[in-house]
């Protein structure tokens, strides 16, 4: 019996969780569907992933974000909507720098205005981005160069 078979001779409202589980159990998919299926998944990762299948990203999906902040203001870099950013180098500028969530910040440590290469990966997102506090006596242009892996 399927879930069709179900439906079709009672109401949608009078059938139970029960008998759409006990439906449910036998669905599959026909092997002849497998590769049809296989393409769209796979575009659609595509577009989710914005990496090559081996990881790398799209050489067009990288970028330089760059900021202007004045003396004694702060300045953020962040991703718009639901982009995921993987930083690869960060030119702070003379300015400090921090993870912020808009609410609360983690500093980082910088021995020079350059961190060319971070221990671990750098995520950036729309929540979770890098505020830059710019406190030189002038006017600083920090940036970052990264790559869009995720949407």
């Not at 409202?13 to 296989?38: G, P």
């Not at 400090?96 to 969530?101: Q, V, Y």
Request: with cysteine.
């Amino acid at each position: 019996m399927t879930v069709y078979d179900q439906l079709a001779t009672q109401k949608l409202s009078e059938t139970t969780a029960a008998q759409l589980n006990a439906s449910a159990k036998d669905t599959y998919i026909q092997r002849e569907n497998v590769d049809f299926w296989a393409g769209p998944i796979t575009v659609q990762r595509i577009l989710e992933t914005r990496c090559y299948p081996n990881g790398l990203p799209i050489p067009e999906q990288s970028a330089v974000a760059v900021v202007t902040i004045e003396d004694t203001a702060a300045g953020v870099i962040q991703p718009s909507g639901t982009e995921i950013w993987l930083v690869n180098a960060i030119d702070v500028d003379s300015c400090a720098i921090a993870l912020s969530d808009g609410a609360n910040s983690v500093n980082f440590a910088s021995d020079s205005g350059y961190i060319s290469r971070t221990r671990n990966p750098i995520y950036l997102t729309n929540s979770l981005f890098f505020l830059f506090t710019n406190t030189s006596g002038g006017q600083q242009t920090p940036s970052i160069a990264y790559h869009v892996v995720g949407q």
